[in-house]
């Protein structure tokens, strides 16, 4: 047998504790635990962050604007998106993968600091905050991702992302619990400064597991990423994040899957929202709020109803995601979602109560941050290196922004027809159903592409 025809990804060692440890949560193989805890270890500091910051974004946001504003604010974010995005390829054209994530992270995190100093100024900071947020998750948690799919190919990441989400879901549910425990003790500016030392963090560790992955690749024991061998990485071609998008079927269906999804997703917000602040209101009138503000009252639902969607979507992530994966695989995962928000917005059509939405919410968002986001991922193993960087980036940032613009759409003529929360959940379901036809068509060319990269591998 010759050098060429060895597998390369058969195990050359035995396997340590570590890599027992996380067997137990997916099919990890010897010398992979390490590697796979990194990048763990570096979305759960992420992921903590956002949540800290999403809290205070809904506390800013809804004490100044309300519902409305929270939801017309949105459709910003696209617009600014339509710019960022081109300007994002064309700086992953010119430097390597960490200098891109370190110098896009640090940017983010240098905003922070500015947003503290207004606020402390007396400056409302809510509507900017919220725009400035809408790009900065869905730009940071993409590129992340990107990197986890330039590591690893598709066999590999499709036993060892189970165990990166379990970094995900844990550092948003311990976020969402810090912002809740901290919002009224030191206010939500201090907790800016605070996500902007953790993206510094953030920094530092993907430093690290990008020279453990080459280290182990000039082995031959690594992932296989671009250097196996320890080689620089291969240019990108200079197609752009939407050239790409609208130049293939697949990715096109998955930039619509995510535009459909976060439609859902934000008129189901909406609808949340709407409730939280009427309930409020209700509580301050009635003398049963405990002195406090609209801002705490809301700040303090909204780090709870948080803390409640990672906590359950971290035993998602713990205990289903590997095995859905292994049963159903990444084709038919993606079907979970859209069922949950099925019986969920069929609920709400029937019981629109505050306690009945939030129970709703919290199954639909942790099934969605789970077991939807590792397979939404899981997407992109196959593909090349400029549709990881450059399409995924367009996707995840700029179709998921103009679904929250089409929501904004959504909202302004329901609100305009006198729509009730069951006249809200209707139009979702309609949506639920164009997600499930999207789907379809997503597992029939991800079968094609996995064939393909089935047959190479054998080559």
């Known amino acids: 047998m010759t050098p060429a025809a060895v597998e390369?990804?058969?195990?050359r060692q035995r396997k340590s504790w570590l890599d027992r440890a996380l067997s137990v949560a997916a099919d990890v193989r010897a010398g992979e635990a390490a590697g796979a805890l990194l990048l763990a270890a570096n979305v759960f500091a992420l992921l903590a962050c956002y949540y800290v910051l999403k809290t205070v974004r809904e506390s800013l946001i809804l004490s100044e604007g309300g519902a409305e504003v929270k939801s017309y604010a949105a459709a910003g974010q696209a617009l600014l998106l339509l710019g960022f995005v081109p300007l994002y390829g064309a700086l992953a054209m010119r430097v390597d993968r960490v200098r891109l994530i370190s110098g896009v992270t640090l940017f983010f995190a240098s905003h922070l600091?500015?947003?503290?100093?207004?606020?402390r100024a007396g400056i409302p900071v809510g509507v900017p905050f919220f725009l400035w947020i809408g790009i900065f998750n869905v730009v940071v948690i993409a590129q992340f991702w990107a990197f986890a799919n330039d590591l690893?190919?598709?066999?590999?990441?499709?036993?060892?992302?189970?165990?990166?989400?379990?970094?995900?879901?844990?550092g948003a549910w311990v976020g969402a619990e810090a912002a809740s425990a901290l919002f009224a003790r030191v206010g939500p500016y201090e907790l800016m400064l605070l996500s902007a030392v953790g993206l510094t963090v953030c920094v530092f560790l993907t430093r690290w597991s990008d020279r453990s992955e080459r280290h182990d690749a000039s082995r031959g024991t690594g992932p296989s990423g671009p250097a196996r061998d320890g080689s620089p990485e291969p240019p990108m071609g200079r197609a752009g994040g939407f050239q790409l998008v609208l130049s293939q079927r697949y990715l096109l269906l998955i930039g619509l899957l995510v535009l459909v999804l976060n439609i859902v997703n934000t008129v189901g917000e909406y609808i949340l929202g709407r409730l939280v602040v009427q309930d409020a209101a209700a509580r301050i009138a009635a003398g049963a709020a405990g002195g406090l503000s609209q801002e705490a009252l809301i700040g303090r639902f909204y780090g709870n109803f948080f803390g409640w969607v990672n906590l359950l979507g971290l035993l998602f992530q713990l205990l289903l995601v590997s095995r859905l994966f292994r049963w159903i695989g990444v084709r038919g995962t993606l079907f979970v979602l859209p069922l949950v928000a099925m019986f969920s917005y069929s609920l709400l059509a029937v019981v629109p109560l505050l306690t009945v939405v939030s129970v709703v919410k919290v199954l639909e968002n942790s099934s969605d941050y789970s077991i939807n986001n590792t397979a939404k991922h899981a997407l992109f193993l196959p593909t090349?290196?400029?549709?990881?960087?450059?399409?995924?980036?367009?996707?995840?940032?700029?179709?998921?922004?103009?679904g929250d613009m089409l929501q904004a759409l959504v909202v302004f003529v329901g609100v305009q027809l006198a729509f009730g929360i069951r006249g809200f959940a209707a139009v979702n379901l309609a949506f639920v159903a164009v997600w499930i036809l999207l789907v379809l068509g997503i597992a029939a060319e991800h079968r094609k592409l996995t064939?393909?990269?089935a047959a190479q591998r054998a080559a």
């Open 384 to 402: 090349s290196r400029e549709a990881k960087y450059k399409a995924k980036q367009a996707i995840d940032s700029f179709f998921w922004r103009t």
């Open 113 to 119: 600091a500015v947003f503290y100093l207004l606020g």
């Open 8 to 11: 390369p990804f058969a195990p």
């Open 451 to 453: 064939a393909a990269d």
């Open 152 to 170: 690893y190919d598709s066999e590999r990441g499709k036993r060892l992302f189970p165990v990166v989400g379990i970094g995900s879901a844990l």
